[in-house]
Structures are given as structure tokens and as C-alpha cells.
């Protein structure tokens, strides 16, 4: 029996993709979509990149909601959830079926100084406006948002200094060995990065560091994370475990609801363990299984996770998840303009050569084909030969052992 009436808390594109996918499936039924902000929905990975530069002045996704069918209702935030609906700061709307993508929302430091975060249009548009050449900026965290964000203010005329807690940039990503690797890179876009420094505050006028350290700065943008925007079903008998905990087909704990996006944590059966991707291509794939389901089927989400970012003229592309148990390959020479890595499935060797095993993560510099290869291996689990793969002559698609 259809579902009567569909709820879509959260107007971006995860929430998009959901009313497209639905209606893909001949879903015929009520769609409402909720969203916070006062805009149509559109693309953040732009924000830092294009948009920044002035290279982009419209990020829209151009929906055609009047096509969709869609009742959207812009500037309304959801507060709450009870047996069937939801509560907004506008209203209440009762639901058959309720999906959650709400997205997250940027970490803020302490203190009594402006700070500013990068995550919406509004604020994308209100910071390229403050990088003017000469400007002393300080960014906090080196992690993909903050570096990304750092190559266009760089390139925009700004005195950058970057600012990070941990021994090398993209250290929580990447680990700090192959993150390292990355830091050449801000020196010769004339930035000024400092690592293993923590920030104790944002005051008016620049940095409290540690010790009665300062740091002066024009404008600071703390780029340190985002939380699940999910506070609002505290509560509400959904399950949250960092974000909506979802199962392999995206049900949330309560039936009806479901999850997509940055906000749902959801069962990988490839990696054994609980996922929350914050990434484009997450967004634009979980709505699918979420819109097949609620017709009536039995989807499971188990992709391969793939993020993209641009820094410093470099392409580096990432698809997979590694932990630190996992084996490390060196592909190229990581000092050079293209290289890639590789992470092995863990064996419990302690540290020794790299064994056979299943590809699980891969990074790429600049080279693209590694990376499609590398996807395509990582989802075939089959196992790979290390020298192989440490070879960049070898195809890495030819990998896998028993490959020609």
C-alpha cells in the first residue's frame, strides 16, 4: 500500500534527491520538504572552491519543484517528532513516512570574537566579500574544508596562516604519515602553516593560543568540523549514535523514518561498522535506497565512499574507509606532482611488510585512473599483491592476485 504522505525534513541536496527518486519510482503521493534555510536548494562543494575565487556566482540546483510536486516550505526549522509528526518552529505536519537530512552544522571554538564558519551560501558569500587582498587571515583546522578554503583565499591576495591542533594537515582523514605529505604544499603557496598548535579562543582581533600565545588576524574562519544536525530528535525514541542511526536499508530506529545525507549514520556491511559520510556523492546515491524502500522494497546503501577536493592545483580524490590497523602502500613518489596510496586490509602483521589483502581505501593525487581502478578493486573486495600496487607502472586494476 503507498504511503500516503512523505516528509522530507531538510531542503538541500540529499533532501532533493529524495523527492527526485521518489518520484522516479512513481511515487504519486504528498511530498512535503522543510528547510531551514530561505534558498532553493543547492551545491556546497563549490562554496570553497570556484565560488570563493569569483570564479562562480550561482550554485543553485535550479529544482523544479512545481514539476516534483513538492509543498516546499523554506525558513522552517524542525524542533520535534511525535507518533506520525513533525513538529516545525512553523507548524506541525503529520507524515507516513518521514526522511531526515538535515545535514550538520559547523564546530565553533570559544571566545568573544567573530569567528566565521563556511557551510551555507549566506556564509560562503559573506567571507568571500571580507578576503580581500592583503587581509591577515587565520584558519583553524587543516582539514579538507579549511585547506580547500585556504588555496582560494591564497589565491585571492590574502596573508593566510593556518592554524592545527594535530602533526599534520588532514591527520584525521588521512593519518598523519600521508597527510604530511601535503604540507609542502601550503609552503609553497606562500601560507603560513603551524601544526600541533591548538587554539585556547577567538577574541576580538585574532587567536589566544596556549601559554599567553597570540595571533593576530583580520578575520578568522574556524574550519575544525561539523556536528549531525540532529539535537532536535533527542527524545523522540530515534536512535542517534553520531547522527540517525539507520540500518543497511536506512530505517531509522522508528518505523517510518528514515535518514540520508551527512546527518544518517548508517551499517556498512562492507566495513563492518557504522559510517556518517559528509560527502557530495553520499548526498546524490542514499536517496535512492531511502526512495525505494518507502515504495515497498529492500535496498541496502554499501557504497564505496568517494570524496573529491582541489588544493593547491592538485586533484586529490579519496574513495573507501581505512582505519590505522590497515596496511599502507606507497604508489609513486609522495614527494612528486602525482602519486597515490593504497590501505590493505589489517593482518596483524605489527608493523612489517605489507601482505596480501582486500584494498579497502585509496587516495590519489592527480591521477584520476588510480582512483576509478582503486574504487572499482576496493568494491570487488578481491585481494590485492602489494608489490603490485606500489608499482605505478602496473595498472591498478591489474592488482589483484592472479590479475594479468
Same mark, same amino acid.
Given at each position: 500500500?503507498?504511503?500516503?504522505?512523505?516528509?522530507?525534513?531538510?531542503?538541500?541536496?540529499?533532501?532533493?534527491?529524495?523527492?527526485?527518486?521518489?518520484?522516479?519510482?512513481?511515487?504519486?503521493?504528498?511530498?512535503?520538504?522543510?528547510?531551514?534555510?530561505?534558498?532553493?536548494?543547492?551545491?556546497?562543494?563549490?562554496?570553497?572552491?570556484?565560488?570563493?575565487?569569483?570564479?562562480?556566482?550561482?550554485?543553485?540546483?535550479?529544482?523544479?519543484?512545481?514539476?516534483?510536486?513538492?509543498?516546499?516550505?523554506?525558513?522552517?526549522?524542525?524542533?520535534? $517528532? +511525535?507518533? =506520525? @509528526?513533525?513538529?516545525?518552529?512553523? /507548524?506541525?505536519?503529520?507524515? #507516513? %513516512?518521514?526522511?531526515? &537530512?538535515?545535514? *550538520?552544522?559547523?564546530?565553533?571554538?570559544?571566545?568573544?570574537?567573530?569567528?566565521?564558519?563556511?557551510?551555507?551560501?549566506?556564509?560562503?558569500?559573506?567571507?568571500?566579500?571580507? $578576503? +580581500?587582498? =592583503? @587581509?591577515?587571515?587565520?584558519?583553524? /583546522?587543516?582539514?579538507?574544508? #579549511? %585547506?580547500?578554503?585556504? &588555496?582560494?583565499? *591564497?589565491?585571492?591576495?590574502?596573508?593566510?596562516?593556518?592554524?592545527?591542533?594535530?602533526?599534520?594537515?588532514?591527520?584525521?582523514?588521512?593519518?598523519?604519515?600521508?597527510?604530511?605529505?601535503?604540507?609542502?604544499?601550503?609552503?609553497?603557496?606562500?601560507?603560513?602553516?603551524?601544526? #600541533?598548535?591548538?587554539?585556547?579562543?577567538?577574541?576580538?582581533?585574532?587567536?589566544?593560543?596556549?601559554?599567553?600565545?597570540?595571533?593576530?588576524?583580520?578575520?578568522?574562519?574556524?574550519?575544525?568540523?561539523?556536528?549531525?544536525?540532529?539535537?532536535?530528535?533527542?527524545?523522540?525514541?530515534?536512535?542517534?549514535?553520531?547522527?540517525?542511526?539507520?540500518?543497511?536499508?536506512?530505517?531509522?530506529?522508528?518505523?517510518?523514518?528514515?535518514?540520508?545525507?551527512?546527518?544518517?549514520?548508517?551499517?556498512?556491511?562492507?566495513?563492518?561498522?557504522?559510517?556518517?559520510?559528509?560527502?557530495?556523492?553520499?548526498?546524490?546515491?542514499?536517496?535512492?535506497?531511502?526512495?525505494?524502500?518507502?515504495?515497498?522494497?529492500?535496498?541496502?546503501?554499501?557504497?564505496?565512499?568517494?570524496?573529491?577536493?582541489?588544493?593547491?592545483?592538485?586533484?586529490?580524490?579519496?574513495?573507501?574507509?581505512?582505519?590505522?590497523?590497515?596496511?599502507?602502500?606507497?604508489?609513486?613518489?609522495?614527494?612528486?606532482?602525482?602519486?597515490?596510496?593504497?590501505?590493505?586490509?589489517?593482518?596483524?602483521?605489527?608493523?612489517?611488510?605489507?601482505?596480501?589483502?582486500?584494498?579497502?581505501?585509496?587516495?590519489?593525487?592527480?591521477?584520476?585512473?588510480?582512483?576509478?581502478?582503486?574504487?572499482?578493486?576496493?568494491?570487488?573486495?578481491?585481494?590485492?599483491?602489494?608489490?603490485?600496487?606500489?608499482?605505478?607502472?602496473?595498472?591498478?586494476?591489474?592488482?589483484?592476485?592472479?590479475?594479468?
Amino acid at each position: 500500500m503507498q504511503v500516503e504522505q512523505v516528509v522530507i525534513a531538510g531542503a538541500g541536496l540529499a533532501g532533493l534527491r529524495t523527492a527526485e527518486e521518489l518520484r522516479a519510482r512513481g511515487y504519486t503521493g504528498a511530498i512535503t520538504m522543510i528547510g531551514a534555510e530561505r534558498r532553493l536548494p543547492y551545491d556546497r562543494p563549490p562554496l570553497t572552491k570556484k565560488f570563493m575565487t569569483g570564479e562562480l556566482d550561482d550554485t543553485s540546483l535550479r529544482p523544479d519543484m512545481t514539476s516534483l510536486g513538492v509543498d516546499l516550505r523554506l525558513g522552517a526549522t524542525a524542533t520535534g $517528532l +511525535r507518533a =506520525g @509528526v513533525l513538529r516545525t518552529d512553523q /507548524g506541525e505536519h503529520p507524515f #507516513g %513516512a518521514l526522511v531526515v &537530512t538535515t545535514g *550538520a552544522a559547523p564546530v565553533r571554538l570559544p571566545g568573544s570574537g567573530p569567528q566565521r564558519v563556511l557551510r551555507t551560501l549566506d556564509d560562503a558569500m559573506a567571507l568571500r566579500s571580507a $578576503l +580581500r587582498p =592583503g @587581509v591577515k587571515l587565520a584558519v583553524v /583546522g587543516a582539514g579538507w574544508i #579549511g %585547506a580547500e578554503l585556504t &588555496t582560494s583565499a *591564497a589565491r585571492r591576495g590574502c596573508q593566510v596562516t593556518v592554524v592545527e591542533a594535530a602533526p599534520a594537515p588532514l591527520a584525521g582523514a588521512l593519518g598523519t604519515e600521508v597527510g604530511s605529505r601535503t604540507e609542502p604544499w601550503y609552503a609553497a603557496a606562500g601560507v603560513d602553516l603551524r601544526l #600541533g598548535q591548538p587554539v585556547e579562543s577567538v577574541e576580538p582581533g585574532g587567536l589566544a593560543l596556549p601559554g599567553g600565545g597570540w595571533l593576530a588576524a583580520d578575520e578568522i574562519v574556524t574550519a575544525v568540523g561539523v556536528r549531525p544536525e540532529v539535537s532536535w530528535l533527542d527524545g523522540t525514541g530515534v536512535m542517534l549514535e553520531n547522527g540517525v542511526a539507520v540500518d543497511e536499508g536506512l530505517h531509522a530506529s522508528v518505523p517510518g523514518v528514515y535518514a540520508a545525507g551527512d546527518c544518517a549514520a548508517f551499517v556498512s556491511r562492507r566495513y563492518r561498522r557504522r559510517l556518517r559520510v559528509e560527502h557530495w556523492d553520499n548526498a546524490i546515491h542514499a536517496p535512492a535506497v531511502v526512495a525505494a524502500n518507502i515504495r515497498g522494497g529492500d535496498e541496502q546503501y554499501d557504497p564505496v565512499p568517494y570524496f573529491w577536493s582541489e588544493q593547491f592545483g592538485r586533484m586529490v580524490q579519496y574513495a573507501g574507509h581505512h582505519t590505522a590497523a590497515d596496511q599502507l602502500v606507497w604508489r609513486g613518489d609522495p614527494g612528486g606532482k602525482d602519486w597515490s596510496a593504497g590501505w590493505l586490509a589489517g593482518t596483524g602483521r605489527g608493523g612489517g611488510a605489507p601482505a596480501p589483502a582486500p584494498l579497502v581505501a585509496v587516495l590519489t593525487v592527480s591521477r584520476p585512473r588510480d582512483l576509478l581502478q582503486g574504487r572499482r578493486l576496493i568494491a570487488s573486495g578481491d585481494v590485492v599483491d602489494p608489490a603490485r600496487l606500489a608499482d605505478p607502472a602496473v595498472p591498478v586494476r591489474d592488482c589483484a592476485v592472479g590479475a594479468r
